[in-house]
């Protein structure tokens, strides 16, 4: 049975707050106003570009304010499409990226001569495996994908093998130093296009912590080897 559109805006509102319009997420009526089995995640995608795109269409007759596009829910997918595409992949992604840190780390913790570097690699360990845990759960209750990290890539930790002392503090910091980078780049794409607030908060979590790191592992390097750390964190 077709859903009046009437209904269904009913139905919305009664998830809304302070005035912003909600994504309906544990109903829709039917016909009689009744409620009837929630959305699916795709279905609840549909309704609300539809809903946004037939509210702001009244919004422009009437001259009454609305917000552009609504807020992505905690258990359920980011509202439209492209964002949801993007929480998908930079999810995979930066899973598979912290588990090559948390790889390179456990290494350091066995090889590192410093302990002030040993310290940093434990708590590297500590910080992104909990992450990782928290973006699986996250990918399973929004989108209902289950992933673990991809091994592709974990060849050229082959080298830290064969590396000890001074060789492998250094081949580690600036390894890591990049892998860093890497990290803060895409946390960046995220700030920009990801819709959940917890996934917001952890990219900028991500950003900050692993800027702090670079510093850090950059000043060992100066002042342990007397060797430049690359891109000054200042810059970024």
Same mark, same amino acid.
């Given at each position: 049975?077709?859903? !009046?559109?009437?209904? +269904?805006?009913?139905?919305?509102?009664?998830?809304?707050?302070?005035?912003?319009?909600?994504? !309906?997420?544990?109903?829709?009526?039917?016909? $009689?106003?009744?409620?009837?089995?929630?959305?699916?995640?795709?279905?609840?995608?549909?309704?609300?570009?539809?809903?946004?795109?037939?509210?702001?269409?009244?919004? +422009? *007759?009437?001259?009454?304010?609305?917000?552009?596009?609504? !807020?992505?829910?905690?258990?359920?997918?980011? +509202?439209?499409?492209?964002?949801?595409?993007?929480?998908?992949?930079?999810?995979?992604?930066?899973?598979?990226?912290? $588990?090559?840190?948390?790889?390179? +780390?456990?290494?350091?913790?066995?090889?590192?001569?410093?302990?002030?570097?040993?310290?940093?690699?434990?708590? %590297?360990?500590?910080?992104?495996?909990?992450? %990782?845990?928290?973006?699986?759960?996250? *990918?399973?209750?929004?989108?209902?994908?289950?992933?673990?990290?991809?091994?592709? /890539?974990?060849?050229?930790?082959?080298?830290?093998?064969?590396?000890?002392?001074?060789?492998?503090?250094?081949?580690?910091?600036?390894?890591?130093?990049?892998?860093?980078?890497?990290?803060?780049?895409?946390?960046?794409?995220?700030?920009?296009?990801?819709?959940?607030?917890?996934?917001?908060? *952890?990219?900028?979590? %991500?950003?900050?912590?692993?800027?702090?790191? %670079?510093?850090?592992?950059?000043?060992?390097?100066?002042?342990?080897?007397?060797?430049? /750390?690359?891109? !000054?964190?200042?810059?970024?």
């Amino acid at each position: 049975m077709m859903v !009046p559109f009437e209904s +269904a805006v009913r139905c919305s509102l009664e998830g809304s707050r302070g005035g912003r319009v909600l994504v !309906p997420t544990t109903c829709r009526a039917d016909d $009689h106003g009744n409620r009837v089995t929630p959305l699916s995640g795709t279905q609840l995608r549909r309704v609300a570009s539809g809903l946004t795109a037939a509210l702001l269409a009244t919004g +422009a *007759l009437t001259g009454v304010a609305v917000a552009a596009a609504p !807020p992505a829910q905690a258990s359920a997918p980011a +509202a439209s499409d492209q964002a949801a595409r993007f929480e998908v992949d930079f999810l995979t992604g930066m899973i598979d990226h912290h $588990h090559m840190a948390v790889m390179m +780390a456990e290494m350091c913790v066995e090889k590192a001569v410093h302990d002030q570097l040993a310290a940093t690699c434990e708590s %590297i360990v500590a910080t992104q495996s909990a992450e %990782i845990a928290t973006m699986q759960q996250w *990918l399973e209750d929004w989108y209902g994908i289950s992933h673990e990290p991809d091994m592709t /890539g974990m060849q050229s930790m082959h080298r830290f093998h064969d590396l000890d002392g001074e060789e492998f503090e250094v081949a580690f910091l600036r390894s890591m130093i990049r892998h860093h980078w890497g990290a803060i780049r895409e946390a960046e794409k995220c700030l920009a296009n990801a819709e959940h607030d917890e996934l917001l908060t *952890l990219c900028t979590d %991500i950003r900050e912590a692993q800027l702090a790191e %670079i510093a850090q592992m950059q000043d060992w390097l100066q002042e342990w080897y007397d060797l430049p /750390g690359g891109r !000054p964190v200042g810059t970024a």
